[in-house]
């Protein structure tokens, strides 16, 4: 049965193989067939130039099909029929732009230097992560020279054991003492 859609449909270029739905074959007309294998084949073209394949339901989590249209075969996959939620909000890859990072930079505007600023762990700890890694420039917002900087006032301070390496410490919380 598949290879009479193909042979049909194999003359035009750049058409891709597709499948009708479950009424889709039938005609306009209720009572009328198609007499032969050329009909046949204008209605499956005339399908295809119809751009929507599915029909609003809002109270299903399906997207269900429209009557009368042909649709692809990668159309019938679970993740293209299935209505989906908006992907969450990432931040952006890359950091800010040079003006929106020198208004968001506090050394920038303070005009302090943060590789001076090495032996002041209150200063760098908003900048490692929780497993002791320092934050990008699209978490942090900093101008591209204070980032590298800041980088580097990191390093220096975990080498001189201001820091904790692998972890990131809160110094202004005093350590729990067991009861037991």
């Keep these: 049965m598949f290879a009479s859609f193909r042979s049909i449909a194999r003359p035009k270029l750049g058409l891709r ?24 084949g204008e209605i499956i073209l005339e399908g295809e130039s119809g751009t929507t394949t599915y029909s609003a339901n809002p109270d299903s989590p399906y997207r269900s099909f429209v ?3 042909f649709i692809q075969p990668h159309r ?17 890859q890359v950091g ?4 929106e990072a020198q ?17 002041n762990p209150a200063m760098l700890i908003p900048f490692v992560s929780e497993m002791g ?7 942090t917002g900093l101008t591209k020279k204070n ?4 980088g580097k006032a990191i390093r220096r301070a975990k080498m001189m054991g201001i820091l ?5 410490r809160n110094i202004f919380q005093p350590p729990k003492q067991n009861l037991l």
């Design 147 to 150: 980032q590298r900087r800041v």
């Design 17 to 40: 193989p597709t499948f009708a739905a479950l009424s889709s074959s039938a005609p306009s007309t209720p009572n009328s067939k198609p007499s032969g294998l050329k009909e046949l």
């Design 76 to 92: 019938l996959t679970y993740d293209s029929v299935l209505k989906q939620r908006s992907p969450p909000i990432t931040r952006p």
């Design 133 to 139: 890694k320092v934050y990008g420039r699209n978490v």
């Design 96 to 99: 800010p732009s040079r003006r």
């Design 164 to 168: 904790p390496i692998l972890s990131k």
């Design 67 to 69: 009557h009368n249209q």
């Design 103 to 119: 208004y968001r930079d506090p050394f920038y505007r303070l005009s302090v230097d943060p590789l001076k600023q090495a032996m």
